[in-house]
């Protein structure tokens, strides 16, 4: 079964508003977790890694302002765009580490569409 | 910059023929290579994984070579089935002191298995 679990698997939102996807590690403790971004036909792109009771880092050229990362807890992360527009339309897949850098486990990621 | 990339983007092989997909990368600290392959809509899934110690691994059907002298990787599959057309992305760890547990994607391979 799954290790790490997203939610909503699908999400459509109306252009300006906000959308929360949130990215769950079901059988061990995160110390961290990633958030990719995936356009059709093309490849993961990774927009940051979250830490555990610590901010977010983001990668370059990423607004962290518009999509807002919290880690609150060693299961849970959360990904919040927002102001959404329809070019935030996208897949977005979640990654989550142990300590262990070998054990990394992928989500079965969320669509959003911005309408 | 440095990347991880894929000679070709579509491969299509006959049912039962052996799959070879190709990947170069460019960071000669990278010391942790993954093959991932991902079906439409779904998040990555863990195929084989190799350490720079290493030059070949063997899981089941699958084979990891890894070249570290032209920096090149590549993933063959054994007897191609239907079930193995997906999109395939080698990936990239640059360890810890290289950012963590994070990974770069290369371009992906989209692999069509013809019956």
């Known amino acids: 079964g799954a290790v790490v679990s997203q939610h909503p698997s699908r999400v459509i939102c109306k252009s300006g508003t906000s959308v929360k996807i949130e990215c769950r590690s079901l059988?061990?403790?995160?110390?961290?977790m990633f958030w990719y971004r995936q356009f059709p036909k093309q490849s993961l792109m990774l927009m940051a890694t979250?830490?555990?009771?610590?901010?977010?880092?983001?990668e370059q050229g990423v607004e962290k302002d518009k999509f807002l990362i919290n880690h609150a807890s060693l299961t849970l992360s959360t990904l919040t765009v927002t102001s959404a527009h329809p070019e935030d339309s996208s897949f977005y897949i979640c990654?989550?580490?142990?300590?262990?850098?070998?054990?990394?486990?992928f989500g079965e990621g969320s669509w959003l569409t911005v309408v | 910059g440095e990347s991880v990339g894929l000679h070709l983007p579509t491969l299509s092989v006959q049912e039962g023929d052996n799959s070879i997909i190709n990947c170069a990368y460019s960071n000669s600290a990278s010391d942790y290579f993954i093959w991932y392959k991902q079906e439409s809509g779904k998040g990555p899934q863990f195929i084989i994984d190799i350490r720079s110690n290493m030059d070949k691994r063997q899981g089941q059907r699958v084979t990891v070579l890894l070249n570290k002298t032209v920096k090149h990787l590549s993933l063959q599959i054994a007897a191609t089935q239907p079930g193995d057309s997906a999109v395939y992305f080698c990936?990239?760890?640059?360890?810890?002191?290289?950012?963590?547990?994070?990974?770069?994607f290369g371009t992906g391979t989209q692999l069509k298995v013809e019956l």
């Open positions: 990654s989550a580490s142990t300590d262990s850098r070998n054990t990394i486990y």
């Open positions: 990936a990239e760890n640059r360890g810890r002191t290289g950012g963590g547990n994070k990974l770069t």
């Open positions: 979250s830490n555990e009771g610590s901010k977010a880092t983001y």
């Open positions: 059988d061990f403790q995160a110390t961290t």
